[in-house]
């Protein structure tokens, strides 16, 4: 399961990206603190790694990437 949530976490799909994390949101409303103590750091490390927004990357989601290539074209033949 945590194999599949995070790679669901990488990948450059809003949809995917939202879905996981408001599953993992509800998860950790539902479960006892003690259980969330218990989950391996490396993972709970990864999660907020893939979570965080970060000031010096540029995330291009799958469901804009096909109108921001048109929109560098459309710029790329004006400046022609």
Not at 8 to 25: D, G, T
Not at 31 to 50: G, I, K, M, N, Y
Request: glycine fraction near 2%; include cysteine.
């Amino acid at each position: 399961f945590i194999a599949l949530v995070l790679e669901q976490l990488k990948a450059n799909s809003a949809s995917k990206r939202l879905s996981v994390a408001m599953l993992v949101a509800e998860w950790t409303q539902l479960v006892p603190e003690s259980v969330r103590d218990q989950f391996p750091a490396s993972v709970r490390d990864q999660l907020l790694d893939l979570l965080a927004v970060r000031n010096d990357s540029t995330l291009y989601y799958d469901e804009v990437l096909g109108l921001l290539t048109h929109l560098s074209n459309d710029c790329r033949v004006l400046v022609k």
